[in-house]
Every structure is written in structure tokens, then in C-alpha cells.
């Protein structure tokens, strides 16, 4: 090991499995199913080519995702065929659910597409399939591998509608357009965010305290089920130092608290701007890393961070 850690872990004993490909064990019946895992700025991932496999791959997600029974991560991303873009991403959170989309993930899952070469960036851009849509990432490459990337996230949707939220309740009136600090009563406390979809629904908070001090752990999971989000929401906290500087903590829909996530420091890059609190670039620092962020406003939101492979492991099933 050199002093350090192996590269490649196997969930097998012995190891058998044959060069980085699924292999059925003959004599146990059991599929080896070759994975890598990722991290961005601490949001870590499990990505798996999916091509030729027929799985339930949210109940997977639910159990590799087990931080002491599993390989521990915040979801799994699966490379599937795609007849829009050069290759299709899905994202499955660790209690099974699927999400729409995850900057972090398609960016992680673009440097484990990019280095086995099972897609090539066109013109220095790979073009990503994505249930929230189309997404383009422009990868970093150093000695033939992606260290970086910069992703074009969309432009983020406002109405209530589309987020979704549900304001039937609310007390709103006429045509509301957007989702700024509605108030939200979360036990003996009210908050009141600013809502966005960035693909994936998000609601942000800006509070007096300093988010390592704010409750996450105890609010997150009220705020994620409350009745005004109809598909759940991911729960994001953050403090502006100044217009090109912001601390957050991030509680994602399906995982819980995470070091880090791409949507949700595009869409507190987006509540930022619409409150007017910071300019167009801005460095977000979350627990795991920092992340750039740039919206001008008007089009769309663009994430770069890094990209780092940690392991190999081959999952017996």
C-alpha cells in the first residue's frame, strides 16, 4: 500500500472480478458490479456504469449509500445510453428516491464518463441527458483526466408552480411570480425563505445567526416534508460576508445534511442576487470545500468546482 490506502477496494472475499467489468461468480451466483466513488468539495458519490444493467437502482442507492454497512455516499449517478446528448445521467438519493438533478453529480459523473472514455467531450464540452434536462459541462483535464469542471445548471425557475410550492394556504393573492421570503412555521420558530427550482426544488434562508450555530439537524427534515413543498424541498442556510462571499450549510431532500451540493449553492448564488445581497460571481464556502457560482441574473446559473476520484470497489449483489 505504499503508506497509503489501496486504489481499488473489493467488496468480495477473495476478489474476484475481471478487469473492471461485471462478472457472474458461477459458483454463488453472485454479480460483481464494478463502481467508483467520487467526491466535489465533500459531496460524494458512487457512480456505476449502468449500460448493460437491468437494476432497481434506488434500493441499491439505498443500500451502498449506508455509511457503515455500505460504501457510504450521499447517492449513486448511473451512466445510461442517450438518444438527446452524448450520454444520460440518473441520480438516485440514499433513501431510494430519485432526483431531477445534482451539480455535484454531473459534474463527478462527468470526470467517471470522461476517464474511462465511454463519452468524449465535443468541442470541450460534454453534453449530459439529465431528468431536469440538458446539461453541458466543460471539463479541466490535466494528464488525460478531469480535475475540474464548470457546469451550465439552467436557468433557474421562479414561479411557484414550477418550483413547486404550494401557497394555497398562504394567505398570497393576484399573480405571484416569485417565491421571496414566504413565511414558513416550523414549530415554536418562523423562517422565511426564498424558493427556486435549479432542476431540483430548493429553499433558502438568510439567518441573523451564524449557520454553524443554526439548528440544521432539527429544522432541515421539517422544512424538507413541510405540506408547502409537494415533492419536498431541499433546505439550504446561508450568510453573505460580503457581495462576493457567502457561508453555507446545506440539508438536501433524501440524503440530510451534506458537505456540499451544486443545485444548492446555485440556489443560494440565485436567492442571494434576488435579494440583491451579492454581484454576479460569488465563492460559496460550504463545510467540504468552496464552489464558484456566476448568474447575471437574467440567464443561466454556471457551478465550477472540483472533481476527485477516491476509490474503486466491485459491489457484490
Known amino acids: 500500500m505504499n503508506g ?27 454479480l460483481a458490479l464494478p463502481f467508483a466513488k467520487l467526491h466535489g468539495a465533500g459531496n460524494d458519490y458512487i457512480a456505476i456504469d449502468g449500460r448493460d444493467e437491468s437494476r432497481d437502482w434506488g434500493e441499491l442507492s439505498r443500500v451502498m449509500s449506508e455509511l457503515h454497512f455500505g460504501a457510504g455516499s450521499d447517492g449513486i449517478v448511473v451512466v ?38 465511454i463519452a468524449t467531450p465535443e468541442s470541450g464540452k460534454l453534453r449530459v441527458e439529465t431528468m431536469a434536462g440538458i446539461r453541458t459541462i466543460e471539463p479541466t483535464m490535466v494528464g488525460g483526466k478531469m480535475v475540474a469542471g464548470r457546469v451550465a445548471m439552467g436557468t433557474p425557475l421562479l414561479a411557484p408552480a414550477e418550483i413547486p410550492v404550494d401557497l394555497g394556504d398562504t394567505g398570497a393573492t393576484g399573480d405571484v411570480d416569485r ?84 443545485t444548492g449553492c446555485s440556489a443560494v448564488c440565485v436567492a442571494a442576487r434576488l435579494h440583491g445581497l451579492v454581484d454576479e460571481n460569488v465563492e460559496i464556502s460550504v463545510p467540504g470545500g468552496t464552489l464558484k457560482l456566476s448568474w447575471d441574473g437574467a440567464g443561466e446559473v454556471y457551478l465550477a468546482g472540483p472533481t476527485v476520484e477516491v476509490y474503486t470497489g466491485v459491489w457484490p449483489d
Not at 489501496?6 to 457472474?24: H, M
Not at 445510461?80 to 440518473?90: E, G, T, Y
Not at 415554536?188 to 443554526?214: K, M, Q
Not at 413543498?229 to 457561508?247: L, Q, T
Open 4 to 30: 497509503g490506502f489501496p486504489s481499488t477496494i473489493s467488496c468480495l472475499s477473495p476478489p474476484q472480478f475481471d478487469s473492471g467489468v461485471a462478472t457472474r461468480i458461477t459458483e454463488n451466483k453472485v
Open 80 to 117: 445510461l445510453p442517450s438518444d438527446r446528448a452524448q450520454v444520460r445521467m440518473r441520480i438516485f438519493n440514499p433513501d431510494g428516491s430519485e432526483a431531477e438533478m445534482s451539480g455535484n453529480g454531473v459534474r463527478l459523473f462527468s470526470k467517471f464518463v470522461i476517464d474511462r472514455k
Open 179 to 262: 417565491v421571496i421570503d414566504l413565511p414558513v412555521d416550523i414549530g415554536n420558530r418562523s423562517i422565511e425563505v426564498t424558493c427556486l427550482s435549479v432542476g431540483n426544488p430548493h429553499a433558502v434562508y438568510f439567518p441573523e445567526e451564524d449557520v454553524d450555530d443554526f439548528p440544521l439537524l432539527e429544522i432541515g427534515p421539517l422544512v424538507e416534508s413541510n405540506a408547502l413543498f409537494p415533492n419536498r424541498i431541499n433546505f439550504e442556510i446561508a450568510n453573505v460576508i460580503d457581495r462576493g462571499h457567502i457561508k453555507a450549510r446545506i440539508f438536501e431532500r433524501g440524503a440530510g445534511e451534506t458537505l456540499s451540493s451544486g
